[in-house]
């Protein structure tokens, strides 16, 4: 009896005194390490920009990946810049936000005086620029063509597509409810899914590309002229409200907003970045 219990004991030792994490009892997984000490997530990050209250920084191991980090209680800010590697320790929970953002941030080492990763423009521009600093002017809009001057005196300088959509308001569908909208096809593409006015791209009359060859002209380091001429593509517009739609590198786009009366006429110009 004595020999079975101290068989048990020893088999007991055994399993509980077997490893089951490596030496320093950190576990990896998805480039995230997380001590299972005391079960706060690392992950390692590059300053993009400190602001009062939060780091906007971009993920090591995926430097197309911005991240918003918090300040935990007693940090100072002033202790951060741009460029500098850090350690973020958190408690493994993010916000499903952009940029992605971390809960519970009880502490932010510095690692590096300078990281290894490059900071991408798009995150500069996310961190830095603002629509504010972006003006749009129309110099001419006829049936057939737009010429505008965009002028950007970001440091950062958003990017301005080649390509651009006309789209006309669809007076039959203005109060609509989204379910009931017609679906759309071929050459109609709705640009707006709710209740409120509604807005179809312009029938084409060819395949040509919607883009602006050879009439982009940047006169300064700020300030880009274009113009685009649309006749081989949609032709000369009739009589209705419409949309001349530019897109950018970021989450907007420059639009022109414009009338053609009966007459042929333009009136009614109005520019937003929305």
């Known amino acids: 009896m004595v020999v079975l219990i101290v068989l048990i004991l020893i088999l007991l030792g055994v399993k509980f005194l077997s490893p089951t994490e490596n030496e320093d009892n950190e576990m990896q997984t ?14 390692n990050a590059v ?19 911005l991240i918003d980090v918090s300040y935990p209680d007693n940090v100072n800010k002033d202790d951060f810049k741009q460029g500098q590697e850090i350690t973020v320790y958190y408690n ?17 080492e510095v690692i590096k005086d300078k990281g290894d990763v490059d900071i991408p423009n798009s995150a500069l521009r996310y961190a830095y ?17 737009i010429s505008l001057t965009i002028t950007d005196n970001n440091e950062y300088k958003y990017e301005y597509s080649n390509e651009y ?3 006309k308001k669809n007076k039959d569908n203005e109060q609509a409810e989204a379910p009931n909208m017609p679906v759309a096809t071929g050459n109609t593409t709705s640009s707006f899914d709710g209740t409120g006015p509604v807005w179809d791209e312009v029938t084409k009359v060819s395949n040509a590309s919607n883009e602006i060859a050879g009439n982009v002209e940047n006169t300064d380091d700020s300030t880009t002229k274009m113009t685009a001429d649309w006749t081989s593509i949609y032709g000369e517009l009739s009589e209705g409200d419409y949309e001349f739609v530019l897109d950018t590198s970021e989450a907007f786009s420059v639009i022109v907003y414009f009338t053609v009366n009966s007459n ?4 009614n110009i109005n520019t937003s970045l929305s």
Not at 49 to 64: E, G, H, Q, W, Y
Not at 95 to 106: A, I, T
Not at 264 to 267: F, L, M, N
């Open 165 to 167: 959509k006309l789209y």
């Open 30 to 43: 998805n480039s995230v390490s997380f001590d299972a000490n005391d079960a706060v997530a690392t992950i």
């Open 129 to 145: 620029s603002s629509r504010d600093n972006v003006k749009v002017s129309v110099d001419e809009i006829t049936k057939s063509k």
């Open 47 to 65: 300053v993009v920009k400190v602001n009062d209250s939060d780091l906007i920084a971009i993920r090591v191991d995926n430097p197309d990946t």
């Open 92 to 108: 493994g929970s993010t916000l499903d936000s952009y940029p992605e953002r971390f809960q519970n941030v009880e502490k932010i």
């Open 264 to 267: 042929g006429e333009i009136s």
